[in-house]
């Protein structure tokens, strides 16, 4: 089988290994640099011993040609530098514990033309990934990959889609042409190291430095040169690596075609829409026992509980079933994404699912399909499951003996938390990502009073919602190019490719097209709060709604000055955590005192607040409460009390935490409210027939 590259490809490898060989000749010319200057330092130290042969002039001599060599050493030590990718995670699979998983190896990798991996593993995650151990022979002596494939990716899909992921991995490594990308990826591996990696450079420069008084001064000196050629470095690595994720995207694409070729092109589109999906199972499941830590609770399957998530939210969002697994349509993954900002230098290695569903669907390649699950590639895979569970809990250090949960106890509680933390699917997702909107209550009237609530919150009113959370987001980062906080060169808006320097133009235009959809926004909220007003009069609740509103808005206009008390005590506290001299760190908790008795006056209105009394824990409450009615100590002597700055911080973000809490529960009483109107105008409409 044979795909040949797109012309794409063929011209970003090309500006790839044009900024390759500039970086080379960059680095040969400061080599050859670094390799004069220890010539001539060697020289000159030795010269300086034969001239005046003392004990200072020694040390001197020995002091300044050991400067020449640090520069070179800095200049070489990548050549005797080793990356060994972390395994403790991994678990290795052979051939004759899982042999139709290996079967389905053997045929992708015929079917690709390229090696069999040199060892397998299975990880935790939602993922499947090649990785080798490089070090600079590595990009002339050939390197035998490894396979991993998570178990949690292996739990949502089928053996086709599967097939499609592990083809698209091995794509990379596959045609002659794409050994370009694979060697660009090796070079600037080396350079990411040699610019960046030089702990174990500080460390010899240190050991050398501590040896001797007048060996710290050239030690110092070649620190000072070294930065200055790492400046240099730096600059010329950010040119080679744009260049290479420009060519990672065109990898990715051709990769893609290469699964499209061996699995079909539905196989790997379905994969793709569906991985979202079920990496946030995956996470939900793992922040849900994170929670249980302190209850000293595990899980005995954790991808068990993944597949009921992943069913649950499904459900949730009305997905289809298809082959037992949910199916994400592409106008559902993106339905949230309306950014009309695209910029190069900043590209992923991966380009959108969007780009690459679209780029299947033109490939349109179809294959006889083998829809199993993939699990039944393993002999045993809830067995499989249970060992993969086991060694991911060993990791967590637990008070006491821990206990597994019964799997009907994590429905019922993940259930529960999940109706208590989310917002009634009745409103479409419309606040989601928004709040109702800000306007006067007392004196605002409805522009239509007939619509209903199917209109309120219907597809065109959800499109400008997010429309406007998009701009607004755009315009932050174009704000940011034009402020020059963002360094990059060209960037793409609605199609169109501007410069950098043109970036402060465009924000008018996004400021315009801002109010306009500000206001249609604000005008449909209006509209909906009169409509739940009129429900709430029909069914003698008006009271009730207007002070829940009104609560709601009252938190709404407070919230910026609450959270600026968050930022205020993080900046005024952050010289804790950098070196300080002893007397500006006295000064610096004397002048904070005010600040923090704002911070305590905050939290005793947080602990006495109704609506927080199940959120705050026993302990935590405790703790608060200690904090908020006595005066800590946290510097004295020259020493800080690290037991009350914990005590300090833990306050700082408790604070930061139950505020947005408190937002949150009031957003959520709000909305349930109003979900509980329209239930019962719609159980009352029933009634009557």
Same mark, same amino acid.
């Given at each position: 089988?044979?795909?040949?590259?797109?012309?794409?490809?063929?011209?970003?490898?090309?500006?790839?290994?044009?900024?390759?060989?500039?970086?080379?000749?960059?680095?040969?010319?400061?080599?050859?640099?670094?390799?004069?200057?220890?010539?001539?330092?060697?020289?000159?130290?030795?010269?300086?011993?034969?001239? !005046?042969?003392?004990?200072?002039?020694?040390?001197?001599?020995?002091?300044?040609?050991?400067?020449?060599?640090?520069?070179?050493?800095?200049?070489? !030590?990548?050549?005797?530098?080793?990356?060994?990718?972390?395994?403790?995670?991994?678990?290795?699979?052979?051939?004759?514990?899982?042999?139709?998983?290996?079967?389905?190896?053997?045929?992708?990798?015929?079917? @690709?033309?390229?090696?069999?991996?040199?060892?397998?593993?299975?990880?935790?995650?939602?993922?499947?990934?090649?990785?080798?151990?490089?070090?600079?022979?590595?990009?002339?002596?050939? $390197?035998? !990959?490894?396979?991993?494939?998570?178990?949690?990716?292996?739990?949502?899909?089928?053996?086709?889609?599967?097939?499609?992921?592990?083809?698209?991995?091995?794509?990379?490594?596959?045609?002659?042409?794409?050994?370009?990308?694979?060697?660009?990826?090796?070079?600037?591996?080396?350079?990411?190291?040699?610019?960046?990696?030089?702990?174990?450079?500080?460390?010899?420069?240190?050991?050398?430095?501590?040896?001797?008084?007048?060996?710290?001064?050239?030690?110092?000196?070649?620190?000072?040169?070294?930065?200055?050629?790492?400046?240099?470095?730096?600059?010329?690595?950010?040119?080679?690596?744009?260049?290479?994720?420009?060519?990672?995207?065109?990898?990715?694409?051709? @990769?893609?075609?290469?699964?499209?070729?061996?699995?079909?092109?539905?196989?790997?589109?379905?994969? &793709?829409?569906? &991985?979202?999906?079920?990496?946030?199972?995956? /996470?939900?499941?793992?922040?849900?026992?994170?929670?249980?830590?302190?209850?000293?609770?595990?899980? %005995?399957?954790?991808?068990?509980?993944?597949?009921?998530?992943?069913?649950?939210? @499904?459900?949730?969002?009305?997905?289809?079933?298809?082959?037992?697994?949910?199916?994400?349509?592409?106008?559902?993954?993106?339905?949230?994404?309306?950014?009309?900002?695209?910029?190069?230098?900043?590209?992923?290695?991966?380009?959108?699912?969007?780009?690459?569903?679209?780029?299947?669907?033109?490939?349109?390649?179809? %294959?006889?399909?083998? /829809?199993?699950?993939?699990?039944?590639?393993?002999?045993? =895979?809830?067995?499989?499951?249970?060992? +993969?569970?086991?060694?991911?809990?060993?990791?967590?250090?637990?008070?006491?003996?821990?206990?597994?949960?019964?799997?009907?106890?994590?429905?019922?509680? =993940?259930?529960?938390?999940?109706?208590?933390?989310?917002?009634?699917?009745?409103?479409?997702?419309?606040?989601?990502?928004?709040?109702?909107?800000?306007?006067?209550?007392?004196?605002?009237?409805?522009?239509?009073?007939?619509?209903? =609530?199917?209109?309120?919150?219907?597809?065109?009113?959800?499109?400008?919602?997010?429309?406007?959370?998009?701009?607004?987001?755009? %315009?932050?980062?174009?704000?940011?190019?034009?402020?020059?906080?963002?360094?990059?060169?060209?960037?793409?808006?609605?199609?169109?490719?501007?410069?950098?320097?043109?970036?402060?133009?465009?924000?008018?235009?996004?400021?315009?097209?801002?109010?306009?959809?500000?206001?249609?926004?604000?005008? /449909?909220? $209006?509209?909906?709060?009169?409509?739940?007003?009129?429900?709430?009069?029909?069914?003698?609740?008006?009271?009730?709604? %207007?002070?829940?509103?009104?609560?709601?808005?009252?938190?709404?206009?407070?919230?910026?000055?609450?959270?600026?008390?968050?930022?205020?005590?993080?900046?005024?506290?952050?010289?804790?955590?950098?070196?300080?001299?002893?007397?500006?760190?006295?000064?610096?908790?004397?002048?904070?005192?005010? +600040?923090?008795?704002?911070?305590?006056?905050? &939290? !005793?209105?947080?602990?006495?607040?109704?609506?927080?009394?199940?959120?705050?824990?026993?302990?935590?409450?405790?703790?608060?409460?200690?904090?908020?009615?006595?005066?800590?100590?946290?510097?004295?002597?020259?020493?800080?009390?690290?037991?009350?700055?914990?005590?300090?911080?833990?306050?700082?973000?408790?604070?930061?935490?139950?505020?947005?809490?408190?937002?949150?529960?009031?957003?959520?009483?709000?909305?349930?409210?109003?979900?509980?109107?329209?239930?019962?105008?719609?159980?009352?409409?029933?009634?009557?027939?």
């Amino acid at each position: 089988m044979t795909v040949e590259v797109s012309s794409d490809f063929r011209k970003k490898a090309k500006s790839a290994i044009f900024a390759i060989i500039l970086f080379i000749i960059v680095y040969i010319l400061l080599f050859l640099s670094a390799i004069a200057l220890t010539v001539g330092c060697i020289t000159a130290g030795i010269f300086l011993i034969i001239a !005046k042969p003392m004990f200072l002039t020694l040390m001197l001599g020995v002091g300044l040609a050991s400067l020449g060599v640090l520069i070179s050493y800095f200049l070489i !030590k990548f050549l005797f530098k080793k990356h060994v990718n972390d395994r403790s995670y991994l678990t290795e699979i052979t051939r004759n514990q899982e042999p139709q998983l290996f079967q389905m190896i053997d045929e992708i990798v015929k079917e @690709a033309g390229t090696d069999f991996p040199k060892k397998v593993y299975l990880a935790y995650d939602v993922n499947a990934s090649v990785f080798y151990d490089s070090s600079f022979w590595s990009m002339f002596l050939p $390197i035998k !990959k490894n396979l991993i494939i998570g178990i949690g990716l292996v739990n949502a899909c089928t053996k086709q889609e599967l097939k499609a992921i592990l083809a698209h991995e091995f794509g990379h490594f596959s045609q002659r042409s794409m050994k370009v990308g694979s060697y660009v990826y090796n070079v600037n591996q080396i350079i990411f190291n040699l610019v960046n990696d030089d702990e174990s450079y500080k460390n010899t420069i240190q050991s050398w430095a501590n040896a001797s008084g007048y060996f710290a001064i050239f030690a110092g000196l070649a620190i000072k040169i070294t930065q200055g050629i790492q400046w240099i470095l730096n600059k010329m690595y950010s040119f080679v690596n744009i260049r290479h994720m420009a060519l990672s995207r065109e990898m990715e694409f051709h @990769a893609d075609e290469v699964s499209a070729n061996i699995a079909g092109s539905l196989a790997l589109e379905e994969s &793709l829409l569906r &991985l979202d999906l079920a990496d946030n199972s995956y /996470n939900n499941v793992l922040n849900f026992y994170e929670n249980k830590i302190k209850e000293n609770k595990a899980s %005995k399957n954790i991808y068990k509980e993944q597949s009921y998530v992943m069913g649950f939210l @499904a459900k949730e969002s009305d997905l289809e079933n298809k082959n037992d697994l949910p199916v994400v349509k592409l106008e559902e993954a993106g339905l949230f994404n309306k950014s009309k900002l695209v910029i190069e230098n900043q590209w992923a290695s991966h380009p959108s699912t969007e780009d690459r569903v679209v780029r299947l669907r033109q490939l349109n390649i179809q %294959k006889n399909a083998d /829809n199993q699950p993939a699990k039944f590639l393993f002999k045993n =895979f809830e067995e499989t499951e249970e060992k +993969l569970t086991t060694k991911l809990f060993s990791n967590v250090q637990y008070e006491s003996e821990k206990s597994n949960l019964e799997f009907d106890h994590f429905k019922e509680e =993940f259930e529960a938390n999940y109706n208590k933390d989310t917002f009634d699917k009745i409103f479409n997702n419309y606040y989601d990502n928004k709040n109702p909107d800000k306007f006067d209550i007392e004196n605002s009237s409805p522009t239509n009073e007939n619509l209903s =609530f199917d209109e309120l919150y219907g597809k065109e009113k959800i499109e400008i919602a997010y429309n406007l959370i998009a701009l607004q987001n755009d %315009k932050s980062t174009i704000e940011a190019i034009s402020k020059k906080e963002l360094d990059i060169k060209t960037f793409d808006y609605d199609g169109t490719k501007y410069k950098a320097s043109d970036a402060k133009k465009l924000i008018p235009t996004l400021e315009n097209e801002i109010k306009t959809l500000e206001k249609e926004v604000t005008e /449909n909220d $209006i509209n909906i709060y009169h409509y739940f007003l009129n429900l709430a009069k029909t069914q003698n609740l008006e009271s009730d709604f %207007k002070k829940t509103y009104s609560d709601f808005a009252e938190c709404d206009a407070t919230y910026e000055n609450q959270f600026q008390l968050y930022v205020d005590l993080s900046n005024a506290f952050g010289f804790v955590s950098v070196t300080t001299p002893f007397d500006q760190i006295a000064k610096n908790f004397k002048n904070n005192i005010p +600040l923090e008795a704002k911070l305590k006056d905050a &939290l !005793k209105i947080i602990l006495k607040n109704p609506l927080l009394e199940n959120e705050i824990s026993e302990e935590n409450r405790k703790d608060l409460d200690y904090y908020a009615n006595y005066t800590m100590i946290y510097f004295s002597h020259n020493e800080y009390f690290d037991k009350n700055l914990q005590q300090l911080f833990f306050a700082i973000n408790s604070y930061q935490y139950y505020i947005a809490r408190n937002y949150f529960l009031l957003k959520k009483k709000l909305l349930d409210e109003m979900s509980s109107l329209e239930k019962n105008k719609k159980h009352a409409e029933v009634s009557s027939f």
